[in-house]
């Protein structure tokens, strides 16, 4: 898959990152004001963790790139400025975390990202 031309964002380079965990590159994809949102089962929609700028992402992406599972990312939809796909964390013990993503863009770089997320 190519990035999509209407989309203006090089979803097979985020994906790339996201799965290989290439801080360098995954943190670059991020807007300077972007905002990423997550419900999980510590974080219910009544107060959902909220990073808010580049600089917080970048720091939980470092810690992302370092820690012991594996990500995969299925079932893209790409169109216009959004893209919605699943994620798969695997961990070695055995348990998993099951997401729904949806992303925003402008200008080549996400702008809001939002993660449903099930744990094991």
């Not at 974080?43 to 992302?64: C, D, Q, T, V």
Request: aromatic share 12%; hydrophobic share 40%; with cysteine.
């Amino acid at each position: 898959m190519t990035a999509t031309p209407t989309m203006g964002f090089d979803f097979p380079a985020f994906k790339g990152a996201f799965e290989g965990k290439n801080y360098e590159r995954w943190a670059s994809l991020y807007d300077d004001d972007a905002e990423w949102i997550e419900y999980r089962h510590v974080s219910p929609p009544r107060s959902p963790n909220r990073m808010i700028g580049k600089k917080a992402i970048s720091g939980f992406l470092a810690s992302a790139c370092q820690a012991d599972f594996a990500t995969t990312i299925a079932d893209e939809v790409l169109a216009g400025d959004r893209a919605a796909f699943s994620v798969t964390v695997a961990f070695p013990d055995g348990k998993r975390v099951f997401e729904h993503v949806i992303i925003q863009t402008t200008n080549g770089k996400i702008k809001r990202q939002v993660d449903v997320e099930a744990w094991d």
